[in-house]
């Protein structure tokens, strides 16, 4: 009878030590999924910036064949931030994240700044094709973006959260159509575009429309030629073009592959006039071209020789002291940028995404550094253009040309 008594008070204790053991197990693992779910949600939380902190997004692309322009822009966000670095009595923080040059990174890049950083708002990005990318992420979670150049008309079209304070490229594919007919006397011309990027193949048709409707002549476009992103031999282009010889060719593109096409094309004997478009204004493009580039025509956005309102020699100065370089088109576009998004949180006395975005889309007559900024029912910026031309390994300012 003891041994059968003993034997149950063993399988009792074996019994309490196996439901204690498992109740052990059972609350560590409850235990460790709940400090990891605060912990994220904590850091959600901090992420979405704390009562003293607002957070401002910028996907640039720091890497990649965008990089030059990238770094372009964010010097000129950084700039603003030191300038304006509080709004509303709060410290301003801006996200840097690299979208890489590409399509799919840029997407990923807003996600992050939107799911994992909270912030209230957008800056970016160089190159239209990125910023297109982001386009449906900050619509759907209506946290507003302002592009600083991405000038292809549908990164803002239908999308009621995107804003952008450069021109678009219907206005710059006018304004240099109008210089080769007008100033250069063209009656013919030649394209040769970028395929992989939303930015040349746009700026290409704009030019293209005006340029025919200029010279009263459907046949005025004599060959358009095209290439990737990426290519380094324009042989075969360059060859199509010269045997139509056309009183101007428009290449518009990157400033890596079109500096090369241009040194390529003087090789080959070719010296008609060449023209193209706002991402040329890079020291990069006078680096690879070198002699070549001399005497090409490209539309900008801004230029330190001809400041167009009092934030312009605020800004320039700035710049130069921080930098010890002259500010260029992107650096002013990032800047004004970023001062815009400023100027709506302040008019909407609030930091929430809605409320900015509200604000933005009442933006009219800003002062800004690349001039006065007035958004239109598209949010596109409705501003002048400038023309440069490269002279002794320089951009030089030539003329301002008016939106009609």
Known sequence: MKRRLGLLLLVAVLIISLLSGCGNSATEETGGDTELESSEETGGDTASGSSDVIKIGVFEPIT?????????????????????????????????VDNKSDKVEAANAVSRLIEKEGVSAIIGSYGSSLSMAAGDIVKENQVPAVGCSPTNPLVTLNNDYYFRVCFIDPFQGTVMANYAVNELGAQTAAIIQDVTQDYSVGLSKYFVDAFVELTGNEDAILETSSYNTGDQDFTAQITNVQSKNPDVIFAPGN????????????????????LGGDTWESPEFLSIGGDSVEGIVFSTHFTAEAPVT???????????????????????????????????????????????????????????????????????????????????????????????
């Open 64 to 96: 990649g064949v965008n990089a030059a322009g990238g770094e372009m822009t964010v010097e000129g966000i950084e700039l603003a931030n030191e300038t304006m670095p509080e709004v509303l009595g709060k410290e301003v923080e801006i996200v840097i």
């Open 255 to 274: 400033y890596g592959e079109c500096a090369l096409l241009i040194k390529q094309a003087r090789d080959q004997g070719i010296d008609t006039p060449i």
């Open 310 to 404: 009092e934030l312009s020699e605020e800004f320039l100065n700035q710049y130069r002291e921080k930098y010890d370089k002259e500010a260029n088109a992107f650096a002013a576009l990032g800047y004004d940028a970023y001062m815009v998004i400023m100027d709506a949180i302040e008019r909407a006395n609030s930091a929430e995404p809605q409320a900015i975005k509200d604000a933005l889309a009442e933006t009219e007559r800003f002062t800004g550094a690349t001039g006065y900024i007035t958004l239109d029912e598209n949010g596109d910026a409705v501003k002048s253009a400038i023309i440069k031309r490269v002279e002794n390994g320089e951009f030089v300012y030539l003329t301002t040309v008016d939106p009609n």
